[in-house]
Structure formats: structure tokens, C-alpha cells
């Protein structure tokens, strides 16, 4: 059984210290009845695996601990995807007030109307809701805000960044999220990574030997549930052979899990496309439209930095584009990231996440 999400049990790192912290202030407000003076709604944003969900669920529990009386809420992304009916056609010939009428005719949810009033709010993932349930969250924050109620908010990007890969939420939204405490958090590098897998084994008593773990801290590049379950499967390794386990032993079985990790053409595409919400196929295509020459242009930028090809290859597998293509597209996101701090963060972070 995995063990609760506490503050506790969260390791603090340099890619998330800020986070915590904010979250350790967040808990002591709300302690001393303070929590009206915190800049809200808090928001954290990272990729994948740093943490997010983890000192969210953390902050709810320490609350619980302190307060069985307190109302807390989560919120999660599926939440918002039934909250209202689809658009229904209007009947032929039926007056367009009836219509809009027989449409407005919904119940709000019980978990919408408990958020608002909600003594601490938690709504996770907002990259993912809904165009049509935008303006709903929308009123939700501002009710908090108006009555000073605590907020804290996750998304794999910061409010700049999901203006720009996810309009469809809107620019009232994402001003909402600008207007509190924006923090984000890191991708692990390897000595953070390091000390993880160190604190897991550590938490099951395991006594492994410090050249494996410094392995998997450089090749296994995901986040703390990634390694946390590296050090299960040691675990079980180490029962079934009986005996202690050697550099040599583990990294057959780990094999599969470093070669899929590893930087390629395919998984800079595949990953550059998504951060920016386009199709993969768009990529290797000859349209030149903004939102797909820059991706394009990154995932150029990326390979030439984390792979070994060569820049023809770089332009072949990228739709058939030449050297002096992929040429060019590297040197213009070096000069643009210099001038652009959307764009450079955006770049440091997959450049992290990928490597």
C-alpha cells in the first residue's frame, strides 16, 4: 500500500523549494486563522513528476490533521468535464428563447456549489478543463477572491504559457491565475534525483550499493514516482536473487526503461508537439503557420542538442527539409530565446524534461 502524501514524506529539493515553502506558509496561515492575508489564488505549475499533485494532497492533509472541521475541497480536471450539458440544437422553428431556455435548465453540481465556499479549495490539472467550463471557473475564483478564501491551483504550464498553448481557456482565466502567487516547479536533475532514490531506499531499509543508485539517478530521468518504483523493483530483485545486487545485475532489467527515455528524433517530436498542443504529423509537414513552424523549429533545436544525428537526418525525419533548413532553425531559436523569456523557459523546460 503506498503511504499517505504528507509534508512529512515530500523531499525538498532545489527544483522545488519555492513550492514548499509556499505550501509550508499556506499551512501556517490557515493554522492561525491568518489565511486571509496569503496573495491567492496560489498557483503551481511543472511538468510531470515534480511534484504537483503530491504537495497538494500533502497541504489538504496537514489542514484535515489540524482542523476535522474545515471544509476541503479538490477539484480535479474530469470534475469540469461534466459540469455542463453539450450545446443542443435548436428544433426547427422553435423560438430561440425556448430554446436557450430548455438548454439553461442544468443543476449546478454539488461539488461546485460546496467549492464555493469551500474554507480551502484544491483544483488540479486546469490545463485540462473544458472551453465551455472556462468562464465557470472563472466565477468560481472570483467568488473566493471576493470572500478571501484560500485557492490553490496545478497545470503542467504557468498562466503565460497556457495563454499561449491552451487559448481556448481564455484571457480572463489565465489573468485570474497571473494575478496570484505564480510559482513553478523544476524538472529533478540528477543530484536531486540522487537523493531521492536515497531517501526511498532508505524508507524500505534497503541497503543498495551507491554505484547503482548513482546509475539510475543519471538514466532514469523522470520524476519521484518513476524512481520510486525503480527502488520497489530493486527490492524485489534483491529477494528473489538472495544475494546483493551489482551494477551488473540491474541494468539489464532496466534497460527497456533508459532506452525509452532516451533522447531520439521521435520522442523530441512527440514531446515538443504536445507541450505546444499540435499533431505530430504537423511537424514533419511543409505548412508554415506559426503554431508549427516554431515547434518545428524547436524540435529541430532539440535534436541537434540531444542526439547524435547529423543535421541531414535532423531535416529528413522532420519532412524531408535539408541541412541549411535545420541550420537555419537552430540559429533562429538561439537568437530568439535570447530576446523571447516565454519562449526560453518554455525550450529550458523541455530541453530538461528530454535530457
Known amino acids: 500500500m503506498q503511504a499517505a502524501a504528507t509534508l512529512a514524506r515530500f523531499l525538498e529539493t532545489p527544483e522545488n523549494h519555492a513550492a514548499f515553502t ?4 499556506v499551512v501556517s496561515a490557515c493554522r492561525a486563522k491568518a489565511a486571509r492575508g496569503l496573495i491567492m489564488p ?5 511538468p510531470g513528476g515534480t511534484g ?17 472541521t474545515l471544509a476541503l475541497r479538490q477539484i480535479s480536471a474530469n470534475d469540469w468535464k461534466v459540469l455542463l450539458p453539450p450545446p443542443q440544437p435548436r428544433p426547427f422553428g422553435t423560438p430561440s428563447r425556448f ?20 474554507d480551502f479549495l484544491v483544483i488540479e490539472d486546469v490545463q485540462y478543463v473544458p472551453a465551455r467550463a472556462a468562464e465557470a471557473l472563472v466565477q468560481l475564483l472570483d467568488a473566493r477572491q471576493a470572500h478571501e478564501l484560500p485557492t490553490l491551483l496545478t497545470a503542467r504550464f504557468g498562466p503565460r504559457q497556457l495563454a499561449q498553448q491552451s487559448p481556448r481557456l481564455g484571457a480572463r ?13 523544476e524538472p529533478l536533475q540528477s543530484s536531486s534525483r540522487l537523493l531521492l532514490l536515497q531517501e526511498f531506499a532508505q524508507r524500505r531499509q534497503l541497503a543498495i550499493r551507491s554505484e547503482i543508485l548513482q546509475w539510475l539517478a543519471t538514466h532514469l530521468t523522470g520524476g519521484g514516482r518513476q524512481l520510486e518504483g525503480a527502488i520497489a523493483q530493486l527490492d524485489t530483485l534483491g529477494k528473489l536473487q538472495r544475494q546483493p545486487l551489482q551494477l551488473a545485475d540491474i541494468r539489464p532489467h532496466f534497460r527497456a526503461q ?4 532516451r533522447p531520439s528524433i521521435e520522442r523530441i517530436v512527440q514531446h515538443v508537439a504536445g507541450h505546444f498542443g499540435v499533431e505530430p504529423a504537423e511537424m514533419s509537414s511543409r505548412r508554415r503557420l506559426r503554431s508549427i513552424l516554431v515547434p518545428r523549429q524547436i524540435s529541430m533545436y532539440l535534436a541537434r542538442k540531444l542526439t ?13 527539409h535539408d541541412h541549411s533548413t535545420v ?7 538561439e537568437n530568439t530565446i535570447q530576446q523571447d523569456a516565454l519562449l526560453s523557459g518554455s525550450v529550458r523546460q523541455l530541453h530538461a524534461e528530454l535530457s
Open 308 to 320: 547524435r544525428h547529423s543535421l541531414q537526418q535532423i531535416g529528413a525525419s522532420l519532412g524531408g
Open 52 to 68: 504537483k499533485t503530491h504537495l497538494a494532497t500533502a497541504l489538504v492533509h496537514e489542514l484535515m490533521r489540524h482542523d476535522v
Open 258 to 261: 533508459v532506452d525509452a527515455l
Open 22 to 25: 509556499a505550501i509550508q506558509d
Open 99 to 118: 430554446a436557450d431556455a430548455a438548454t439553461d435548465e442544468h443543476e449546478e453540481p454539488s461539488w461546485l456549489t460546496d467549492a464555493h465556499s469551500a
Open 173 to 185: 482565466l489565465t489573468a485570474r491565475l497571473a494575478a496570484g502567487l505564480v510559482i513553478a516547479l
Open 327 to 333: 541550420l537555419h532553425a537552430c540559429r533562429k531559436i
Open 42 to 46: 496560489l498557483v503551481l505549475h511543472g
